[in-house]
């Protein structure tokens, strides 16, 4: 199941980042934005009003591995984080899972926008900040059903602010 990524006016924008590929530099070189400006308009070529594609929520909540698809299924994409390590900054393709000697490296969030079965292994499919040249061009698969580094004790959903 593949929720559509093109939905959407202004998505969120980092840098790119090569996550210590060979040749390409170090992430900590970038420069990040700080004071966020707020831009009321759309990226590049799209044509959805700006204010029509704003959606706030009245109120978040976790929910449980259990019903994690359903929600996808019935409102779209849900934010999880999940602890981050080094071995997962080298990712490019297949199912992630953590090796034995990786190292912690913190926290982090994701949207997590569908799901499904490679080789006998279930999955969860994400999109990463980091851009479309980390991972398979921005997403990533992590193994489903086992709390892969606390993937799924960690996903929010939120109420529509009507």
């Not at 959606?55 to 449980?64: F, G, H, I, Q, R």
């Not at 990533?140 to 799924?152: A, L, P, W």
Request: aromatic share 10%.
């Amino acid at each position: 199941m593949l929720i559509n990524l093109a939905v959407g006016c202004q998505p969120y924008r980092v840098p790119p980042c090569h996550h210590g590929q060979k040749g390409k530099g170090s992430c900590s070189s970038l420069r990040i934005e700080t004071n966020h400006q707020c831009h009321k308009k759309c990226y590049g070529n799209r044509t959805i009003n700006y204010n029509s594609d704003h959606v706030k929520t009245k109120n978040a909540y976790y929910l449980s591995h259990e019903s994690m698809q359903k929600e996808v299924q019935t409102y779209g994409p849900i934010e999880t984080s999940f602890t981050v390590y080094d071995d997962f900054l080298h990712y490019k393709s297949g199912i992630y899972h953590k090796t034995e000697n990786a190292v912690n490296m913190g926290g982090h969030s994701v949207k997590l926008i569908g799901w499904g079965i490679e080789h006998g292994v279930k999955y969860w499919l994400l999109v990463n900040s980091w851009g479309t040249e980390w991972g398979d061009h921005g997403l990533f698969k992590i193994r489903r059903g086992t709390n892969e580094c606390g993937i799924e004790e960690r996903a929010t959903a939120g109420v529509p602010l009507v």
